[in-house]
């Protein structure tokens, strides 16, 4: 009876002593935290500044929109440079008079007609600028989010990769404002997704540094 129970007492030790062993294994190497979730995601940073300065199809929209919009601004400012006139040669006519008075009434009229147009003007300027911006943001997020599904990265920030002039004040308060304070430049993915933009290949993982240069892209500045 007394060896059966020094067995049984026996093997719980051993168990016992196993289990813990075990435990401080995977505590160890980490299998003990899955329990916990995964691990924490990686990041990158993206400046949308840049892009839009750099983006070919963008510019060239844009530029199109301005050529577009040219001789409709050109007309409107013939009208003010004729209403401008006409209100010297009402200037120079006694008020009261016939011809003061439907001088007068027809620049308000005029006046009243170019207040519309060029307000139809400025709202069809902003309109189409929007849908242009939207239409390249969008493009930007469809490769930002290919290039974090391809490279495990879980959150891209919007940041300001322009260097802050210490001789300009405005300058330099806008900068101590960014909420980005620093970087390390491999989580700069903004070269990657601007090549895409323009049709380059899709890397699925950066290339390695070398010199200061990210693979066989050329510098962002």
Partial sequence: MLNRLFSASRTTRLFL?????????YSATGWGQVAAGP???RMAVIDIKYILENHQRFKSSMELMKKQFEAAGKELQDERNQIVQMDKQLSELNPGTSDYN???????????????KANKLKKDIRNQESQILWNVYYEIQTETKRYCEQNGIGLVVQFNGDEIDSHRPEEVVKGMSRPIVYN???????????KALHGGARP?????????????LPPRR
């Fill in 17 to 25: 002593l196993f289990s813990l062993s075990t435990f401080g294994l």
């Fill in 39 to 41: 691990p924490p995601s």
């Fill in 102 to 116: 439907q001088l007068e009434e027809r620049i308000t009229r005029m006046k009243a007609d170019w207040t519309v």
């Fill in 184 to 194: 390390a430049a491999q989580l700069d993915i903004t070269p990657w997704i601007l």
């Fill in 204 to 216: 699925a993982v950066p290339a390695p540094r070398v010199g200061g240069k990210q693979g066989v």
